[in-house]
């Protein structure tokens, strides 16, 4: 599996992607664990939520240590990428169709181009 990137889409992408999870390894390459999220109108967003939870010793076991929520919120920003991602769901629970791909061409943060790939079944 390895590590990858997380999009949450509400953009429609097509039959298997609308409103749910998708995986890339493709936004520069190397996948940071990050966290987008595709809204309605194909615009690209970064989720960003450093800094809203705090490492402290937890009460109740005595050396050992918990992260909890401080009020901070976290930040959703606009994310101008250029470029082309292979996206695929995070859960494909359809053992007899082929695992869905689907190539997302953005153009200064914007889906621009959807090009499903076509698998032999």
């Not at 990137?5 to 097509?14: F, P, Q, W």
């Not at 705090?54 to 401080?70: G, R, S």
């Not at 959703?76 to 996206?87: A, D, E, H």
């Not at 629970?93 to 790939?117: M, N, Q, S, W």
Request: proline share 7%.
């Amino acid at each position: 599996m390895g590590m990858y990137d997380t999009i949450i889409n509400h953009y429609d992408i097509g039959p298997g992607f609308n409103r749910k999870k998708l995986q890339t390894k493709g936004i520069y390459n190397t996948p940071t664990m990050s966290v987008y999220w595709l809204d309605p109108a194909g615009q690209f967003w970064v989720l960003n939520s450093d800094g809203t939870h705090d490492f402290c010793e937890d009460q109740e076991h005595p050396l050992k240590f918990k992260w909890v929520k401080n009020g901070n919120h976290g930040k959703c920003s606009p994310f101008r990428y250029n470029g082309t991602i292979t996206v695929y769901p995070e859960v494909w629970d359809c053992k007899y169709a082929p695992f869905p791909e689907v190539r997302v061409l953005f153009r200064d943060g914007v889906v621009e181009v959807l090009t499903h790939i076509e698998k032999c079944k």
